[in-house]
């Protein structure tokens, strides 16, 4: 079955720190990943995924396949950063996403 | 219009009355998803609609949440009898159908069930 999992309900870093926040999936097939952000009072959105190999606001997010992973990373924390971050799986044959329970980033100045 | 849409923002009710949530996906989006957001439970899968496909609904949680699509644009949840539990935000999202494309989600509807 499909799954998300995120271990870190909160992280917590200082501004300039480097970032990682975990996500690993389980799917047999050939995933699609992507990380959604929902900054305070804004609505969830797009922050990368993966068939894009891009770099959004400093993140970026390597797919290994072996380890099942999908972790975000950032190496110097900002500030504005500070939101929550859910890792979302999507099917090659099928269009429904499943989203891992969400890690809270804080960034301390 | 600019992006989904979502009806209404909060909604407080008492525990054992009906709501209905609307949502008014992205015009052309043939996908439409409803999620349930809770504090530590992250965003739990509820159903979709995909054009005029037989809907998934195995996320429901029970039999008291249905939901429906009408023309294949906006889309009404339903949730009967609330019960506290049922507190959470609920939200809607849209696709444009291809495999893989992002979603693009509304603001959502705060339940709160007294």
């Known amino acids: 079955a499909q799954r998300v999992t995120q271990p870190e309900k909160l992280l917590s870093v200082f501004k300039g720190a480097p970032v990682e926040l975990k996500c690993n999936y389980s799917y047999s097939g050939s995933p699609e990943l992507f990380w959604y952000v929902q900054y305070s009072r804004q609505r969830l959105q797009l922050l990368l995924r993966?068939?894009s190999r891009e770099s959004i606001k400093g993140f970026t997010a390597d797919l290994n396949k072996g380890e099942t992973s999908f972790h975000l990373k950032k190496p110097f924390a900002q500030e504005e950063d500070s939101a929550m971050y859910y890792c979302a799986l999507s099917g090659s044959s099928f269009n429904k996403f499943y989203f891992g329970s969400g890690t809270k980033l804080n960034v301390k100045p | 219009g600019a992006g989904v849409s979502q009806s209404p923002s909060n909604k407080v009710t008492e525990k054992g009355k009906d709501v209905e949530l609307r949502c008014d996906p992205i015009s052309g989006h043939t996908a439409l998803y409803w999620y349930r957001q809770s504090l530590g439970q992250g965003l739990e899968f509820l159903i979709y609609f995909q054009g005029n496909s037989a809907p998934d609904k195995s996320g429901l949680p029970s039999d008291r949440f249905s939901a429906e699509r009408t023309g294949g644009s906006v889309s009404t949840l339903t949730i009967q009898r609330t019960q506290q539990e049922d507190s959470a935000v609920y939200l809607c999202?849209?696709?444009?159908?291809?495999?893989?494309?992002?979603?693009?989600f509304g603001s959502g509807t705060q339940l709160s069930v007294l």
């Open positions: 999202a849209s696709t444009d159908g291809t495999v893989g494309e992002k979603l693009f």
């Open positions: 993966h068939i």
